[in-house]
Protein backbone atom coordinates (compact mmCIF):
# COMPACT_ATOMS: atom_id res chain seq x y z
CA UNK A 1 0.00 0.00 0.00
CA UNK A 2 1.17 3.54 -1.11
CA UNK A 3 0.68 6.17 1.51
CA UNK A 4 0.12 9.87 0.96
CA UNK A 5 -0.18 12.37 3.59
CA UNK A 6 -1.34 16.11 3.28
CA UNK A 7 -2.28 18.92 5.32
CA UNK A 8 0.66 20.49 7.38
CA UNK A 9 1.57 23.73 7.58
CA UNK A 10 2.22 26.80 9.88
CA UNK A 11 0.06 27.78 12.82
CA UNK A 12 -0.33 29.26 15.58
CA UNK A 13 -0.77 28.04 19.55
CA UNK A 14 -4.37 26.75 19.99
CA UNK A 15 -5.09 26.49 16.49
CA UNK A 16 -6.13 23.70 14.59
CA UNK A 17 -4.72 21.92 11.46
CA UNK A 18 -6.42 18.05 9.88
CA UNK A 19 -4.21 16.18 8.45
CA UNK A 20 -5.29 13.45 5.71
CA UNK A 21 -3.60 10.21 4.63
CA UNK A 22 -4.31 8.87 0.84
CA UNK A 23 -3.73 5.30 0.62
CA UNK A 24 -3.79 3.38 -2.72
CA UNK A 25 -2.66 0.02 -3.98
CA UNK A 26 -3.62 -2.55 -1.79
CA UNK A 27 -7.53 -2.70 0.01
CA UNK A 28 -7.21 -0.20 2.24
CA UNK A 29 -9.80 -1.50 4.71
CA UNK A 30 -7.39 -4.35 5.38
CA UNK A 31 -5.04 -2.18 7.37
CA UNK A 32 -4.95 -0.32 10.66
CA UNK A 33 -3.86 2.68 10.37
CA UNK A 34 -1.41 5.11 12.72
CA UNK A 35 -0.16 8.63 12.89
CA UNK A 36 3.18 9.18 14.08
CA UNK A 37 5.38 12.25 14.68
CA UNK A 38 9.18 12.98 14.78
CA UNK A 39 10.71 16.45 16.25
CA UNK A 40 13.97 17.74 15.57
CA UNK A 41 16.85 16.19 17.35
CA UNK A 42 14.25 13.58 18.94
CA UNK A 43 13.15 9.93 18.09
CA UNK A 44 10.04 9.32 15.81
CA UNK A 45 6.59 8.78 18.72
CA UNK A 46 3.73 7.34 18.17
CA UNK A 47 0.55 9.46 18.01
CA UNK A 48 -2.29 7.88 17.27
CA UNK A 49 -3.96 4.35 15.87
CA UNK A 50 -7.59 3.49 14.20
CA UNK A 51 -8.14 0.03 13.45
CA UNK A 52 -9.70 -1.77 10.12
CA UNK A 53 -13.32 -0.64 10.99
CA UNK A 54 -12.53 2.60 13.29
CA UNK A 55 -13.97 0.63 16.37
CA UNK A 56 -10.84 1.07 18.15
CA UNK A 57 -8.67 3.96 18.30
CA UNK A 58 -5.90 4.90 21.07
CA UNK A 59 -4.10 8.21 21.25
CA UNK A 60 -0.61 8.86 22.77
CA UNK A 61 -1.18 10.49 26.43
CA UNK A 62 0.61 14.10 24.98
CA UNK A 63 -2.16 14.83 22.52
CA UNK A 64 -5.41 12.83 24.12
CA UNK A 65 -8.40 15.20 24.18
CA UNK A 66 -7.17 17.52 21.73
CA UNK A 67 -6.58 15.23 18.57
CA UNK A 68 -8.90 13.03 16.78
CA UNK A 69 -7.60 10.05 14.30
CA UNK A 70 -10.48 8.82 12.16
CA UNK A 71 -10.80 6.68 8.69
CA UNK A 72 -13.06 6.66 5.72
CA UNK A 73 -12.79 3.28 3.90
CA UNK A 74 -14.76 4.61 0.98
CA UNK A 75 -12.57 7.51 0.54
CA UNK A 76 -9.13 4.83 1.03
CA UNK A 77 -8.14 7.75 3.44
CA UNK A 78 -7.34 8.26 7.31
CA UNK A 79 -7.32 11.98 8.99
CA UNK A 80 -5.83 13.30 12.62
CA UNK A 81 -7.86 16.01 13.61
CA UNK A 82 -5.78 18.53 15.69
CA UNK A 83 -7.30 21.26 18.02
CA UNK A 84 -5.37 23.51 20.80
CA UNK A 85 -2.10 22.96 19.23
CA UNK A 86 0.77 23.56 21.10
CA UNK A 87 4.59 24.22 20.23
CA UNK A 88 5.60 20.63 21.30
CA UNK A 89 3.58 19.63 18.53
CA UNK A 90 5.80 21.05 16.08
CA UNK A 91 7.14 17.89 14.08
CA UNK A 92 7.05 16.15 10.93
CA UNK A 93 4.05 13.82 10.66
CA UNK A 94 3.83 10.25 8.96
CA UNK A 95 1.03 7.94 7.89
CA UNK A 96 1.59 4.48 8.77
CA UNK A 97 -0.30 1.09 7.19
CA UNK A 98 -0.51 -2.23 9.43
CA UNK A 99 -1.46 -5.78 8.60
CA UNK A 100 0.22 -7.57 10.95
CA UNK A 101 -1.74 -7.87 14.69
CA UNK A 102 0.75 -8.51 17.61
CA UNK A 103 -1.36 -9.60 20.92
CA UNK A 104 -0.39 -8.49 23.99
CA UNK A 105 1.13 -5.38 22.70
CA UNK A 106 -0.24 -1.45 23.91
CA UNK A 107 -0.51 -0.95 20.43
CA UNK A 108 -1.52 -4.26 18.69
CA UNK A 109 0.15 -3.65 15.23
CA UNK A 110 3.38 -3.65 13.52
CA UNK A 111 3.36 -0.75 11.36
CA UNK A 112 5.44 -1.81 7.97
CA UNK A 113 4.27 0.76 5.43
CA UNK A 114 4.73 4.63 5.66
CA UNK A 115 4.15 7.33 3.91
CA UNK A 116 6.27 10.81 3.75
CA UNK A 117 5.97 12.99 6.19
CA UNK A 118 3.93 16.02 6.71
CA UNK A 119 5.24 18.97 8.42
CA UNK A 120 3.76 20.73 11.52
CA UNK A 121 4.86 23.80 12.98
CA UNK A 122 3.32 25.47 16.15
CA UNK A 123 4.44 29.20 16.36
CA UNK A 124 4.16 30.54 20.42
Known amino acids: VQLQASGGGLVQAGGSLRLSCAAS????????MGWFRQAPGKEREFVAGINWSGGWTYYADSVKGRFTISRDNAEDSVYLQMNALKPEDTAVYYC??????????????????WGQGTLVTVSS
Open 96 to 113: AAANTVVPGREIPYEFAY
Open 25 to 32: GRTFSRYA
